[in-house]
Structures are given as structure tokens and as C-alpha cells.
């Protein structure tokens, strides 16, 4: 299915510029933008991996992760292939560093999308596993039709789109992934880090749930320095009911002579967000159950119990609009 992409503007010479995310490549006819799903063909530009769908799974929405959003709900999740970085230590390299025709897919249209999401009695659709902002049109389209099915619509992603195309998406939470400073953007993703920024403070002006991860690179991104950078990143500009995610490395891709995260440096990066004042800052990739749990920031009780993906325990007052802690009576910042 070829798809006329959204967000481009035509150039002289039958060129083209993408203005969908920041890269903004200028593509001559016949050539792709670095993502590799969007094509100049005759001076017009396709998103040549609409429908191309090339991973499905059903999941638990913590696994995206997201854990203060709808918990013990499930997702169906999809993805394109392609992507808009070049991370050295993508876990997903085997199709976010593909073309779309270049890996197994199957064709769906975004209503099949939908239909498979209720036969499979999933709550929400999950664009995640490569960049979702790639396949946009099909996110977008899908989106629209989940929402008029009483689905929920959430966004894993690098961040990495520009503010029309994302003021446009009918998304209700989103997952950014702050890799690191400006230097780790540049040497390791291939991109810039003040976009990324910029798309989480605007999903937060728009009203979208806002959850951030933070994978912890060893040698990389994991000294106190860069930590704080994204703590203070979270409290100043998202605030301190922001979700944070401290997710451990392990060696992928170009990256492989790298050691995996320790748990104590997990460990220690959720101490100094705790310290700092964020109110919901978890732990991933390591067997630390203390940091999978959602904890009141005032008395410290247990409010959400989690062990690995299973269904979790919510342990909160739910009588009114608002989830308290049953205990202290303090609101609980969480969507269920």
C-alpha cells in the first residue's frame, strides 16, 4: 500500500523535504529519507511502509513500560520497520535498522489493527519496538479508529518528532526514551538531544501522560553528572509526579564490548531521583522488586504490588475520581 506521506514540502529540481521529525531530509526522486519509510516518488513523498506491519505481540502495558498508566491493562503492539537514529546498542536492530520491504511483514490496514486488538481483548494499541513517528500516517489513521472503539492509544518513542505531527496524533500516554547528554545523542544516536526535550515538555502541554526512561549505559551515560542532568530535567521542566524509568544496558549491536548495567548503579540513580524529590522513579531490566512497585510519596505504603509482568495488585482507594493511598489518603498520580 502506498501511502502520500504528511508533513513534507515540495523543493525545486523535483526534491523533497520531510518535515515530519527533526532530521528534516531533503530527498531527491527515487531516494529515502534516513528512516527508510519515506520515499520520493515523482516529486511527490510516500510513506512506502504504510500497513507494512512487521511485529505484533499482545502485552502487558508495563512492559512499554508504563506503570502509572491504566496498570494490569494489555496492549496490542505493532511496529514498521525503520528508524530515524542510528543507536549503536538498539535492541531492536534487526528491524529498526531494515527497510520495510526488507524484513518479514504482513499487511494490515489500521482497522485490522483494531479488530485484532479487541479479538485479542486488549484494552489499548502500543506503537513501539522500531519509532513509531516513521510509520506516522498508519499511526496516526489507526489511532483515530482505536479512540472511536473505546481503545486506548499509547507511544514508545526516541522522542523525536517535530510539534505539528504531534499536536495532530490522538495518543493518551507516551514512553520517552532521554538517552543521555548531548554528546551520547551525537556519538552513539546520531541525532540531537534538544528536540527530545522539546517533545516532552509539549507532550505534557498537551495533556498526554508522560513517562521517561533513562536506559544507563555503562561508560557511557551512567556517571552522577548525566544522572542529574536527567533528574532535574524531570523535575524541573515535567515535574515531580513525572514517571522515571532507570533501565539497565545490556550489550546489543555495535555496543557488544560493553559491559551490562550493574543493579547497583540502577539502584543508586533511584536514590538520587527519590532524594531529589521525583515521586515515581522505578527500576528495570534488573531483579530489584522495590523498584517495580509504586510506592504514596507520603507514607511509603505499597499502592501498586508488581512481580515481573504479571497482573499487578492495586492496593488504592478507588471511591472517588482520583486513586488515593488507602492509608494516608494522599492522591496517587495514576491513570487507571
Same mark, same amino acid.
Given at each position: 500500500?502506498?501511502?502520500?506521506?504528511?508533513?513534507?514540502?515540495?523543493?525545486?529540481?523535483?526534491?523533497?523535504?520531510?518535515?515530519?521529525?527533526?532530521?528534516?531530509?531533503?530527498?531527491?526522486?527515487?531516494?529515502?529519507?534516513?528512516?527508510?519509510?519515506?520515499?520520493?516518488?515523482?516529486?511527490?513523498?510516500?510513506?512506502?511502509?504504510?500497513?507494512?506491519?512487521?511485529?505484533?505481540?499482545?502485552?502487558?502495558?508495563?512492559?512499554?513500560?508504563?506503570?502509572?498508566?491504566?496498570?494490569?491493562?494489555?496492549?496490542?503492539?505493532?511496529?514498521?520497520?525503520?528508524?530515524?537514529?542510528?543507536?549503536?546498542?538498539?535492541?531492536?536492530?534487526?528491524?529498526?535498522?531494515?527497510?520495510?520491504?526488507?524484513?518479514?511483514?504482513?499487511?494490515?490496514?489500521?482497522?485490522?489493527?483494531?479488530?485484532?486488538?479487541?479479538?485479542?481483548?486488549?484494552?489499548?494499541?502500543?506503537?513501539?519496538?522500531?519509532?513509531?513517528?516513521?510509520?506516522?500516517?498508519?499511526?496516526?489513521?489507526?489511532?483515530?479508529?482505536?479512540?472511536?472503539?473505546?481503545?486506548? @492509544? %499509547?507511544?514508545?518513542?526516541? =522522542? $523525536?518528532?517535530?510539534?505539528? &505531527?504531534?499536536? +495532530?496524533?490522538?495518543?493518551?500516554?507516551?514512553?520517552?526514551?532521554?538517552?543521555?547528554?548531548?554528546?551520547?545523542?551525537?556519538?552513539?544516536?546520531?541525532?540531537?538531544?534538544?528536540?527530545?526535550?522539546?517533545?516532552?515538555?509539549?507532550?505534557?502541554?498537551?495533556?498526554?501522560?508522560?513517562?521517561?526512561?533513562?536506559?544507563?549505559?555503562?561508560?557511557?551515560?551512567?556517571?552522577?553528572?548525566?544522572?542529574?542532568?536527567?533528574?532535574?530535567?524531570?523535575?524541573?521542566?515535567?515535574?515531580?509526579?513525572?514517571?522515571?524509568?532507570?533501565?539497565?544496558?545490556?550489550?546489543?549491536?555495535?555496543?557488544?564490548?560493553?559491559?551490562?548495567?550493574?543493579?547497583?548503579?540502577?539502584?543508586?540513580?533511584?536514590?538520587?531521583?527519590?532524594?531529589?524529590?521525583?515521586?515515581?522513579?522505578?527500576?528495570? @531490566? %534488573?531483579?530489584?522488586?522495590? =523498584? $517495580?512497585?509504586?510506592?504514596? &510519596?507520603?507514607? +511509603?505504603?505499597?499502592?501498586?504490588?508488581?512481580?515481573?509482568?504479571?497482573?499487578?495488585?492495586?492496593?488504592?482507594?478507588?471511591?472517588?475520581?482520583?486513586?488515593?493511598?488507602?492509608?494516608?489518603?494522599?492522591?496517587?498520580?495514576?491513570?487507571?
Amino acid at each position: 500500500m502506498l501511502k502520500e506521506a504528511l508533513f513534507y514540502e515540495n523543493l525545486e529540481n523535483c526534491k523533497v523535504k520531510c518535515n515530519l521529525c527533526p532530521k528534516h531530509c531533503v530527498i531527491s526522486s527515487g531516494r529515502r529519507g534516513i528512516c527508510g519509510g519515506r520515499e520520493n516518488i515523482d516529486c511527490k513523498l510516500y510513506a512506502v511502509n504504510y500497513g507494512k506491519i512487521c511485529a505484533t505481540a499482545v502485552d502487558p502495558i508495563e512492559k512499554k513500560p508504563l506503570f502509572n498508566y491504566k496498570p494490569g491493562t494489555s496492549v496490542f503492539s505493532i511496529a514498521t520497520a525503520g528508524c530515524n537514529f542510528r543507536c549503536k546498542h538498539c535492541q531492536n536492530w534487526e528491524i529498526s535498522q531494515s527497510l520495510p520491504e526488507d524484513v518479514p511483514f504482513s499487511e494490515l490496514t489500521p482497522e485490522d489493527v483494531v479488530d485484532l486488538a479487541k479479538n485479542y481483548l486488549c484494552e489499548g494499541i502500543a506503537y513501539t519496538y522500531t519509532e513509531p513517528t516513521i510509520f506516522y500516517e498508519f499511526m496516526q489513521e489507526t489511532a483515530k479508529i482505536a479512540k472511536n472503539n473505546d481503545l486506548f @492509544n %499509547v507511544m514508545v518513542t526516541n =522522542g $523525536y518528532i517535530e510539534k505539528e &505531527p504531534l499536536k +495532530k496524533l490522538s495518543i493518551d500516554a507516551m514512553n520517552i526514551d532521554i538517552k543521555g547528554n548531548s554528546e551520547f545523542y551525537k556519538k552513539i544516536c546520531f541525532a540531537e538531544l534538544e528536540p527530545v526535550l522539546e517533545t516532552c515538555i509539549l507532550a505534557k502541554k498537551l495533556g498526554i501522560h508522560v513517562e521517561i526512561t533513562n536506559l544507563i549505559v555503562p561508560t557511557y551515560n551512567d556517571n552522577q553528572k548525566d544522572i542529574e542532568f536527567i533528574i532535574n530535567f524531570v523535575k524541573d521542566e515535567l515535574g515531580v509526579d513525572t514517571p522515571l524509568h532507570f533501565t539497565a544496558f545490556y550489550p546489543h549491536y555495535k555496543l557488544t564490548s560493553v559491559p551490562s548495567t550493574s543493579i547497583d548503579v540502577i539502584k543508586k540513580a533511584r536514590d538520587m531521583a527519590l532524594n531529589a524529590g521525583l515521586n515515581y522513579v522505578y527500576a528495570g @531490566n %534488573v531483579p530489584f522488586s522495590a =523498584g $517495580y512497585d509504586t510506592y504514596c &510519596p507520603d507514607c +511509603k505504603s505499597i499502592v501498586v504490588d508488581r512481580f515481573g509482568y504479571q497482573k499487578p495488585k492495586l492496593h488504592l482507594d478507588t471511591s472517588s475520581k482520583t486513586p488515593k493511598c488507602p492509608k494516608c489518603g494522599r492522591k496517587i498520580d495514576m491513570i487507571l
